[in-house]
Each structure stands twice: as structure tokens, then as C-alpha cells.
């Protein structure tokens, strides 16, 4: 099966205080379509970095990286989902949807608000469509996000912790959430997160980044049942044998 998303020798460094700082280097990755893949590692090894580079808001130092060509020759269209929410404050939760599609020259304006309709609903909030984005909460707007991005389309969606600043239960509903517009529209998904559980809870594979300077430290194929509840497969041996795995690779990089 042809890349989707190749990565191949990608460093990053930075200079500071006229000292050059490697965050990442000889990054080799290779993403199938409709592959979800998550990103795990230290803090600071620049797993956000990576993302931006891919979503061509960053520039890298050296290597490269390949969007596999569409039959016109273009290159796949990426979306980015970022920690904060991004919505609009003066528009409605729906017309914040809206807006980007109809910004989106590959959506038919005639369909702008069907489709509008139909991922508020997919979110369950068709009755708070007309709310501001200040008057509900972190999930629903963190909802709001989700839907937005997955109508808008695009070939590659990228996610930068986008759920990381809510609390439990809104994580819970959020994961099966993504998980079903996941495995309904086959987007290929490169998914950054701190929390070892969730990435091995969505993706199909889980790759593992060293300490700064980062490398790929390992890669897991995650074969987790996924037609079974999110939250039965928590209790699984493979789930919790795959998590230990992990943390033990990431301690042993911390030297913990």
C-alpha cells in the first residue's frame, strides 16, 4: 500500500542563545491511508514540532516530507486540531462549522449547511447550535472542533493534544467520538499526546519517541479489538501489557 504520509531523515534544531538545540533527528515514518497513528514521548522531544512541519507551518532543518499526489497531481489537503479550541466567540457553535465550509473551495456551497447540520448532530448539539462558544463547555466546544474539522474534509487530519486540557469524562466521550468519525470516513490521523493510555486506546499503531535529541525509539501495532467499548477494552491484558511497554521505554529514556 502507497504512503499516504512519508517521512524520511526529518530533523529539526533550534538556536538558542547562539547555541543550536536538536529537538528531533533522522525521522524515518511511513503512514498508510486511513491509518491512525499516535505520537508518544517525553516532553520537549518535539512531537508538536513534527506535526507542524507535516501541516507545512514549520520549516525543517533537514530531510523531508512526502503527501502522497491526488490523480490531479495535487497534494492531499491537511487539517490541523490544536490544543485550544480555535472556534469564533462571535459565532453560533453551527455557524462556526459553517464558516469554514464555505471557505473550503472543495465543498459545493449548495451542501454548506446540510453538512453543517448533519456533524452538529453527529456531536450531539444539534440543540445548542445557535449557543455562543462561551456558554458551553470545554467539551462541547472541544466537540465543536472535532466536527468542524472533520467537515471541513480534509485527506490528513493532524492532532495536537486537542483533548488535554479537559476533564475526565469529557476525554471518555471524546475518545468514542473521534473513534467513530474515524472508522466512518477513514481519515488518516497523526495524533500527539502525553497520555500513553489514550494513545494506545485510538490508534492502530503507536509510535514511541526517545529523549531530545528524539529519535523513533519503537513502534507498536496495536491489535485491540475495535468493535468492542472503549472502555471494556481498558481491561484487556494486551491493553495494559501494551501501556507497560511503553512506560517502561519512556523510563529508561528518563533514566526514572
Not at 507542524?52 to 499526489?69: F, M, P, T
Not at 449557543?131 to 487530519?157: E, K
Request: hydrophobic residues 40%; proline residues 3%; contains cysteine.
Amino acid at each position: 500500500m502507497n504512503s499516504h504520509i512519508k517521512i524520511a531523515g526529518l530533523g529539526k534544531s533550534f538556536a538558542h542563545k547562539q547555541v543550536p538545540v536538536i529537538a528531533f533527528e533522522n525521522i524515518d515514518l511511513d503512514i498508510r491511508h486511513g491509518e491512525f497513528v499516535a505520537i508518544v514521548g517525553p516532553s520537549g522531544c518535539g512531537k508538536t514540532s513534527l506535526l507542524r512541519i507535516i501541516a507545512g507551518l514549520d520549516q525543517q532543518s533537514n530531510g523531508r516530507v512526502e503527501l502522497e499526489k491526488n490523480h490531479q497531481g495535487k497534494e492531499s489537503q491537511v487539517g490541523m486540531i490544536f490544543q485550544e479550541h480555535g472556534l469564533f466567540p462571535w459565532m453560533s457553535l453551527w455557524k462556526n462549522i459553517k464558516f469554514v465550509l464555505e471557505n473550503n473551495p472543495r465543498v459545493d456551497k449548495k451542501d454548506v449547511s446540510n453538512i453543517s447540520d448533519s456533524f452538529i448532530k453527529k456531536v450531539g448539539l444539534e440543540k445548542f447550535a445557535q449557543y455562543f462558544p462561551h456558554q458551553v463547555s470545554g467539551g462541547m466546544r472541544q466537540r465543536v472542533t472535532v466536527a468542524r474539522s472533520f467537515a471541513n474534509n480534509p485527506d490528513i487530519l493532524l492532532m495536537d493534544e486537542p483533548f488535554v486540557y479537559l476533564d475526565y469524562q469529557s476525554r471518555l466521550s471524546l475518545h468514542v467520538l473521534l473513534k467513530e468519525l474515524w472508522k466512518e470516513t477513514k481519515k488518516t490521523i497523526l495524533f500527539v499526546t502525553h497520555d500513553i493510555e489514550e494513545a494506545v486506546l485510538l490508534a492502530n499503531r503507536v509510535v514511541v519517541l526517545s529523549a531530545g535529541p528524539a529519535r523513533i525509539r519503537e513502534q507498536f501495532e496495536i491489535n485491540l479489538d475495535d468493535s468492542s467499548d472503549l472502555l471494556e477494552k481498558r481491561k484487556t491484558s494486551e491493553f495494559r501489557d501494551t501501556v507497560n511497554s511503553i512506560i517502561d521505554l519512556i523510563r529508561f529514556d528518563l533514566k526514572l
